[in-house]
């Protein structure tokens, strides 16, 4: 899925508004980057494109956040973790609609998109992580 667009997170995050989870592919040597980049790390080629990845994954690890920063105060208590996505990228977020006692490393997750999380700074479009 080629685009014309700038390979920032700003544009990332743009996509995230848009409900498309998407990563930065070289097309020199095929690495997949997420974050984006605006050079591949692998070859240093600027050759790139953006493409869609799948919004399911499972999760590696997690820690459960009882004292927050300012802007998720309202949030505490809540689970954050890494989820390794189909695609084999990583990608951090918070996980929802789970009790903590259910949450175990390798159960199945599937990102959505939420507009209604705390966006002070940055401000942001935000997901989030749930159980298939």
């Known amino acids: 899925m080629a685009e014309t667009t700038s390979f920032t997170i700003e544009q990332f995050y743009k996509f995230i508004e848009k409900g498309k989870l998407m990563s930065v592919r070289c097309t020199e040597c095929g690495k997949v980057m997420l974050p984006p980049k605006p050079i591949c790390d692998e070859c240093l080629s600027d050759k790139l494109e953006w493409k869609q ?3 399911r994954g499972k999760l590696e690890t997690y820690t459960v956040i009882h004292v927050a920063p300012t802007q998720f105060q309202s949030l505490a208590p809540y689970a ?9 990228l990583k990608l951090p977020g918070i996980i929802k609609n789970v009790a903590f006692e259910d949450l175990h490393i390798g159960m199945e997750l599937e990102i959505e998109f939420d507009a209604s999380l705390p966006s002070k700074w940055p401000i942001w479009p935000r997901y989030y992580f749930k159980p298939i």
């Open 80 to 88: 954050v973790g890494i989820v390794k996505l189909q695609d084999g």
């Open 53 to 55: 990845l799948a919004p």
